[in-house]
């Protein structure tokens, strides 16, 4: 079975700072992907990246990028230019490749902290 | 595009009664969605998965008597909470996914529903 793994509880980083999230997860299979959501205190789910395994190129969205080592099982998250918006539960997420019924296996989650 | 919307956003309701949740896909048909329960300042825990036209799929460990899913068309899936207790309080998350995109079925997320059971 696939799990997750966030050894980070909790971080803090200055605002326009940059802040790395850590994730780390165990499956054997060659093609999947994985995520990065973010919760904000609404509570609504938001997602922020997306990494397809079998891409080597490592994902980014405007301040948002991700480190995947596809060997080390390893997809940490880097924050750029932090915001006091970016405030947040952070959850690491896999997903196998296929159909509709496949789940998401969620990390246990990073509570990011900016500080102004 | 792809959004998913929850009602109630929130609900009490009294021991030993029963609540109903709704989870609607506004723009696109989804023939599977997924219920999720949180509690707080923990992750999201997978409770079962509606396949719409047939029975859910539950988790290990989750009473399929007392979580009552319902998939009934295809932008459609509610949760019933069946006699319902405090220790049914908690955070419901429903997700959807659409068959096309970027990630086939990628899974979107409704607002969640806050359960309060005096």
């Known amino acids: 079975a696939q799990t997750v793994t966030q050894s980070q509880p909790e971080m803090s980083v200055q605002e326009a700072e940059t802040v790395t999230l850590s994730c780390t997860y165990d499956t054997s299979e060659s093609d999947y992907y994985l995520f990065w959501y973010k919760q904000p205190p609404s509570r609504q789910m938001i997602l922020v990246i997306r990494?397809?395994?079998?891409?080597?190129q490592n994902a980014t969205e405007n301040r948002f990028s991700v480190n995947f080592q596809k060997a080390a099982k390893s997809f940490s998250l880097k924050i750029s230019d932090s915001q006091l918006g970016d405030a947040a539960m952070y959850f690491c997420?896999?997903?196998?490749?296929?159909?509709?019924?496949?789940?998401?296996?969620f990390g246990t989650g990073t509570l990011l902290a900016v500080q102004p | 595009g792809a959004v998913v919307s929850q009602h109630p956003s929130w609900v009490i309701c009294k021991s030993g009664t029963s609540v109903k949740i709704e989870c609607r896909s506004l723009?696109?048909?989804?023939?599977?969605m997924f219920w999720y329960r949180q509690f707080p300042k923990q992750s999201l825990m997978l409770m079962a998965t509606?396949?719409?036209?047939?029975?859910?799929?539950?988790e290990q460990g989750v009473e399929k008597d007392k979580f009552l899913i319902n998939h009934a068309s295809l932008t459609l899936s509610t949760l019933t909470v069946t006699s319902a207790h405090p220790e049914d309080s908690s955070f419901y998350i429903c997700?959807?996914?659409?068959?096309?995109?970027?990630?086939?079925?990628?899974?979107?997320f409704g607002p969640g529903t806050r359960l309060t059971v005096t």
């Open positions: 990494q397809e395994a079998y891409k080597q």
């Open positions: 997420a896999y997903r196998s490749y296929g159909g509709a019924t496949n789940k998401l296996i």
């Open positions: 997700s959807a996914s659409p068959p096309s995109g970027r990630v086939p079925y990628e899974q979107y």
């Open positions: 509606s396949n719409e036209g047939s029975k859910a799929t539950y």
């Open positions: 723009d696109f048909q989804a023939t599977t």
